[in-house]
Structure formats: C-alpha cells, structure tokens
C-alpha cells in the first residue's frame, strides 16, 4: 500500500507542476507561487519517504528496492540505497529542484509580478518533464508481483559507504541548483528586464550551487581515492569530466553576473552562461543514465530511456537559446573599462574557464563523435589528453586569480601592488620548498612552478593588508569579503595538493607472505598476518601489516571483501593518513603458498585537494548567504 500511495504522491506532483507551469505563463496576474511550491514539496518529500520506508522494511515485491537491497544489508545503507541507482536518484534529484525552488520564491523580494511568476513557470515545467520522465519510464515504485522474491539482489558494494551517503545528494543539490539561474535568466529575457537587478538576484543562488557542486565533486573525489583501491584522485571518466564542466561553467558565471551587477555589462554573457551552466546538468544526467559511456559513476544502461532525457535536454536548451535570439532585447550598455581594469580581468578568466570546459566537453564527447562517423570504430581519450589541455589553463587562471583582488572598476590606477605579491610570492615559494625538502629529502624541478601559481594565488588572496593603512580597515574589508578569500585561499590549497601529490608520489608492488619484510621509502613493510573477518554482509581476508624503521611507525589494516549474495569482490585500502602524507597499502589477489599482491603507495599532501576543495565550498558558501541575508 506505501509504495502505491508514494506513486499517486509522484502523479499529484506530475498534474500540480504542470498546472503550476501553464498558469505561471497563462495569468497575468500574482499566483500563490509559495503555497503551490510548498505543497509540491510536501507532495515529492511524502513519495521519497515512501521508498524509503519501502527499503527499510525490505519489501522486495518493489522491483526497484529487489535489485538494490538485501536482507543483511546495514540499516544505513538501506537508507543511502533509496538514491543508489537510476530511479531512486531521480526521485532526489527531482525533490533538491523543487527545495531550491521553494528556497528561492521565499526569500525572492521582487515586486514584478511576471517576473517571479516566469521563474516559478520555468522550474515548473522542468519539474513536469522530469516527473513526466520517472512516472512513465523509471517509475521506483513498481511491483514484482505476484511471487517477489525473499531476498534482494543486494546493493553495489562500492556504494557500501559513509562517503555515498552524502556525495549523490550534494552533487544532486549542486547539479539541480543551477536551475535557478536558468530560471532566472529566462524570466528576465521574457519580462524584458535582463539589466543588474537580474544580475543581484542570480549571483547569490549561483555561488550556492557552486558550493554544493565543489563540497559534492570533492567528496566524489575522496570515495574513489580510498574506496576503489586505486589510490588515484580523479581519474577523467566521462562522468566525473560530467560533473566538472558545470562546475566551470559556473565559476565563469558567477564572475559574469558580478560584472553585470556591478557595471550593467557582460548581460549576454551572462544569460547564456546560465544557460550552458544548466544545459551541461541536464547533459551529465543524459550521460549517467543513457549507457552510452561506460562509467564505474553509471546509474542506468538504457538507450531508450536516454532519448527521453535527450529530448528535455534538446526542449530547454534550444528553447533557452531561441528565447535569447528573439526574446532578449538587451542593448550594449556603453561603459568604459580599459585593458588594466577588473571588467577585462574577469572578461579573461571567462574566456579561459568557457574555453577550457569546452575542450573538456569536446574530449568527452568525441569517442561517440568518432563512433558515430567510423561504422562503430571505437577510441578512448584518457588522462594525457586532458592533463595537456588543463595544465596552460590552470597557469593562466591562477595567474589571473593572484592579482584579481586587486584590481580596480573601470581602471587600475596603480600597479605598485604587483612588486609587493612577486616578493610575498618568492618568499612563500621558497618557504615551501625548504618545506618539501625537509620532508621528501629532495626537490623535484617538476613541482617548483606549482609551488609558484600556489604562492602567487595565497598572496595575492593574503596580502591585502599592504592595502590598508590600518589594522581596523583592513579587518572590515576581511569581514565583508571572508568568503572570496576564503575560496581564493582553497583553490592554491589545491593547487599546491595536485602539484605535490603529481609530482612526489611513490609506488611498488610486491607479492608478500605473513612474517615477511620488503623495503618501501626507507621503511620495513611486515606482513604480520591474514585473517578472515566475518561482517554483516561479507566476509574479509584482512591484511595485518606493520610499518617500521628501528620503532613501529603504525599499523595499517587492508581488506579483501566478498559480498555476499552478489559474490563481488572489492579492495578496502588500509591507509595512514597524516596532513603532508598518506601510506597507502590496497591487497590483491592470492598466490600459492599463501603469498599475496600489495601495492604500497606514498601520497604526499593529497589531503590538501580536498582542504583546498572544502575551504571553497566554505567560502562560496558563506558569500551566498550573506548576498541572500543583505538582499532579504
């Protein structure tokens, strides 16, 4: 009866969205665009819970909790299970669109009537198709019937972890977020007014998707790193890039719109850029869910399904487009900025963050570009290609990203700053690699221009105090702009990560029995022993290793699981982790005689991708709530 009445919750939602949409754009006159928004909430929060309440109770004649669940399956992962493949995620997906909306229509101050009724319209008819899609295509809440079986088929076990449970549901809330300045961005094309009062009203909503799609990506990043038992952080699979070209995107956008509403220039810049930024959500979901990639990230292998999601994704970007060709009667707004001034800066980084999300789009793209023209001739683009296009752009950004801070609207009168952050820039590249000397015992040439860009963004987000004749001045400027320091300060975090981890990282492998020594890094590596772990729904040849110079350095436990009723096997990394260093030890397979295969791995300051990372959803984070708070 649950799942029934969580499947009428998802077709009342399907009616009240249209009807909501239709009216937003047939009335001329105020809807009760927050009852309706709060009902539709009320509505899609009751059908999840409905799936939820199906998974933790194991009722397997609901296909979809059969196929991802189990009787042995942990309490908590029950629940994570609800988004752990295609439908689920949609469900949640479909509930973070309707919660930005209701988020943004209560604290939205407009006093344009048509306005806030085309924005409330436009998310309306997103909602629509995609309700439209899950009832019709991907519906969670079907039933095996008459004879479903007693035990569910049991959820994937790389899935079987704390990171899952809040890695989808913050990339969903960054992916969907992006909506609302698409929504925006149409309404202010529809009302006639696409001017810095459109520019206000997006920026904060767009820092704050930016925020859950930077916190959601990273999290991504760390699930594989130590769950996958590769070691690696990023791995360019077409649907980690999926989720990377939005993020730029918005990046460039919420520059964008800060000029728009500071300088009332960049307006169609801006409105395209919302646009994209949101198309390439729209494409990440085609690209999970369609099977027409192959991806550890997949949700769904059906090419049917994926032509539905081609064609919402066709309907609101083309229309986004024809709206902006024939709709936008936005006029060049004459404004003097010259070469040295911060509008050409941000006009620079908008240029290189298009141009680069482009290309990575393009090596994404293109097997199935080259499959298409060859009779079904296939080619693989990995890691050198986008590693050769990333690393000029990361240069020129973070050269860009130093001085930005700096410069002035319309004009830079003085550049005496630039000598300040190259000495502030020397002094800290040098300090940290009399660091990374102290550390690895050497210097690698490879690492001295990542120690650069690093220092030169760090200052350049510092060193504003050389600004300031007084301590108060400056701590008020710190006070009003904490969130842009904040992510400026993430970003060389980051870069200093990715340079070091890059460039100082150790590998072996090794075949070992228990009670023997091999030498890594001037280490003793022992394999103490294997024993056989019994967990809640697996079993687990567990490694017992011990790492040592004259003393025991620590221990480190790695793990061999097989799932059971699935039989899938999966790698349980045993890793030390410390601020300038990670060990990693991932187990292999068995070999006669009781020998094992490890492969021992050192990765240096890799925790620092994701500091940098989390200090930048903080400081997005942060800016977003207080344009919100100022605006309400």
Same mark, same amino acid.
């Given at each position: ?39 539709? *909430? ?113 959820? *994937? ?25 698409? =929504? ?17 009203? &997006? ?56 000029? !728009? ?12 850029? &919302?646009?994209?930024?949101? =198309? !390439? ?8 869910? &369609? ?48 070469? *040295? +001034? ?16 482009? +290309? ?51 004009? !830079? ?15 800290? +590249? ?71 981890? +890059? ?130």
């Amino acid at each position: 009866m649950i799942p029934e009445i969580g499947h009428i919750l998802l077709v009342i939602a399907l009616v009240l969205s249209f009807v909501g949409g239709l009216g937003a754009f047939a009335l001329k006159r105020e809807l009760p665009v927050l009852k309706i928004s709060f009902i539709l *909430n009320l509505l899609l929060i009751g059908s999840f819970f409905a799936l939820i309440y199906s998974f933790l109770i194991d009722d397997f004649s609901v296909a979809y909790v059969a196929q991802n669940s189990n009787t042995n399956l942990p309490i908590y992962y029950k629940f994570a299970a609800t988004w752990g493949a295609h439908e689920g995620s949609l469900i949640l997906w479909i509930l973070a669109m309707n919660i930005w909306l209701l988020a943004f229509i209560f604290f939205d101050k407009s006093k344009n009537t048509n306005f806030s009724n085309y924005v409330f319209g436009v998310c309306c008819l997103v909602v629509f198709s995609f309700l439209l899609f899950t009832i019709f295509t991907s519906n969670p809440f079907e039933r095996i019937l008459p004879i479903p079986p007693i035990n569910g088929a049991d959820l *994937n076990p790389s899935l079987q972890d704390f990171a899952f449970t809040v890695h989808p549901p913050l990339l969903y809330f960054g992916y969907s977020g992006l909506l609302i300045p698409f =929504a925006i961005s149409i309404s202010a094309m529809l009302s006639g007014q696409p001017n810095k009062d459109w520019a206000s009203s &997006s920026r904060p909503w767009t820092l704050l998707a930016c925020s859950f799609l930077t916190i959601g990506i990273g999290l991504g990043s760390w699930w594989a790193y130590y769950e996958l038992g590769w070691g690696g952080w990023w791995f360019w699979d077409p649907v980690e890039n999926a989720a990377f070209v939005p993020w730029l995107l918005a990046v460039a956008l919420v520059h964008s719109l800060l000029v !728009t509403e500071h300088r009332n220039i960049f307006i169609n810049w801006s409105l395209l850029l &919302s646009i994209f930024a949101f =198309a !390439t959500s729209l494409l990440g979901t085609f690209l999970v869910r &369609s099977g027409i990639l192959t991806s550890v990230h997949a949700f769904a292998l059906d090419p049917e399904r994926g032509l539905f999601l081609l064609g919402i994704f066709s309907f609101f970007v083309l229309g986004g487009l024809m709206i902006f060709a024939f709709k936008n009667s936005t006029k060049n707004v004459a404004s003097f900025y010259s070469l *040295n +001034s911060k509008e050409f800066g941000l006009l620079l980084n908008n240029l290189l963050l298009v141009v680069l999300a482009v +290309s990575i789009l393009f090596g994404t793209l293109y097997p199935l570009i080259y499959e298409a023209f060859t009779d079904g001739k296939q080619i693989s683009v990995g890691a050198p290609y986008f590693e050769f296009i990333i690393f000029p752009f990361a240069i020129l950004l973070g050269l860009l990203q130093g001085i930005a801070l700096y410069l002035s609207w319309g004009s !830079t009168k003085s550049f005496s700053f630039i000598g300040k952050l190259i000495v502030e820039s020397i002094s800290i +590249s040098l300090l940290t690699l009399v660091l990374l000397f102290i550390l690895f015992d050497e210097l690698i040439s490879a690492s001295f221009f990542t120690v650069f860009i690093f220092a030169w963004i760090l200052a350049g987000s510092l060193m504003i105090n050389f600004s300031f004749k007084s301590a108060a001045k400056y701590l008020d400027f710190v006070n009003r702009r904490i969130g842009v320091m904040l992510s400026h300060v993430g970003m060389a975090l980051l870069v200093l990560g990715v340079g070091v981890v +890059s460039s100082y990282s150790n590998e072996k492998e090794l075949i070992i029995k228990p009670g023997e020594k091999v030498e890594f890094l001037n280490k003793d590596i022992e394999l103490l022993a294997i024993k056989d772990v019994q967990g809640p729904n697996f079993i687990s040849k567990t490694a017992e290793i011990k790492v040592s110079n004259d003393k025991t350095l620590f221990n480190i436990k790695s793990e061999k699981r097989t799932y059971f009723p699935s039989g899938q096997v999966t790698t349980e990394a045993g890793i030390d982790t410390g601020l300038f260093r990670d060990f990693y030890i991932s187990m292999g397979d068995n070999f006669k005689e009781d020998s094992w295969s490890f492969r021992l791995q050192s990765k240096p300051f890799i925790r620092w991708i994701w500091l940098g990372a989390l200090l930048v959803t903080l400081g997005t984070f942060i800016s977003s709530i207080n344009l919100i708070r100022k605006k309400s």
